[in-house]
């Protein structure tokens, strides 16, 4: 999603073949405003920065970087298509640090899909800062990036990350240059570790696996994780909507968690 600064709502919506710029500022009314294309890919994800917002696809092409400053007038624009000086082609899943500046990527074709850090100083021109390059890294499928502001972990970036062959990662990627595995966490049932979002206190994890109804026969299932310590994050309990259906996204906004899955639709928690 994207507010403008007018307060007018908009929802970005990847498309297999574009990016669609969605006016719901009267979610009985949604307008199409735009559409930018991309090359057809079954996944596109989307993450805003200021008024610009950056869209991945699995098929080519590197990120799109998209202006959104004047959608108000209806005006969408592609600055770029950023694709790293001709190395960075296709990408699973970006994450955006807004508190810090930093784009990541997850998945994409470089360094074997390991997390990925560029500097946004300049929004529309992103600078390579660094990647998961920490003892038995792995290919990192999606991750939300933090930075703390108070309590112990103040002033300190912090990644935790869905990484398929392992479980949880958590990663203190505050020096670009010098990354730092704090935890790794498996799990009973881990199968395909997929995507994970925080409670806005930061104390709980929510953790989805892709491949645990297929593979295991289990119905979609939530993983809790508790993280006030970064360093010592541990599972808490699973709680299941009893459906047989794969998970995939989650997010929290207000003290409600957004749940959807591939073919039982959107719960709220």
């Not at 007018?6 to 735009?34: C, H, K, Q």
């Not at 929510?206 to 645990?212: A, N, P």
């Not at 295991?216 to 994050?233: A, K, Q, R, S």
């Amino acid at each position: 999603g994207y507010v403008s600064p007018s307060g007018r709502e908009y929802a970005l919506v990847g498309l297999r073949a574009a990016l669609a710029v969605v006016e719901i500022t009267d979610p009985r009314n949604p307008v199409i405003v735009d559409e930018i294309p991309h090359s057809s890919s079954l996944w596109a994800d989307v993450k805003t920065y200021q008024t610009y917002c950056y869209v991945s696809n699995e098929s080519g092409g590197g990120i799109d970087i998209i202006d959104l400053s004047d959608v108000d007038n209806g005006n969408v624009t592609l600055v770029r298509r950023f694709n790293d000086g001709g190395a960075l082609s296709t990408v699973h899943n970006v994450v955006l640090d807004e508190e810090s500046g930093f784009l990541y990527l997850c998945g994409a074709n470089l360094e074997g899909g390991k997390l990925r850090a560029f500097d946004l100083s300049n929004p529309t021109q992103p600078v390579f800062a660094g990647f998961d390059d920490t003892p038995a890294s792995v290919y990192c499928h999606d991750a939300q990036v933090v930075t703390y502001t108070d309590g112990p972990f103040a002033g300190r970036q912090i990644a935790f990350c869905a990484n398929p062959a392992v479980g949880l990662d958590v990663v203190d990627v505050t020096d670009k240059s010098n990354w730092v595995r704090l935890a790794r966490v498996p799990y009973n049932g881990r199968d395909i570790a997929h995507q994970c979002w925080l409670s806005e206190d930061r104390k709980y994890l929510y953790f989805g696996d892709e491949g645990d109804e297929s593979t295991l026969g289990l119905p979609t299932t939530t993983y809790i994780f508790n993280v006030e310590d970064v360093e010592n994050p541990f599972f808490v309990r699973s709680f299941s909507n009893g459906m047989n259906a794969i998970d995939h996204n989650m997010y929290v906004h207000e003290n409600l968690l957004y749940q959807a899955n591939y073919a039982t639709g959107l719960r709220v928690w």
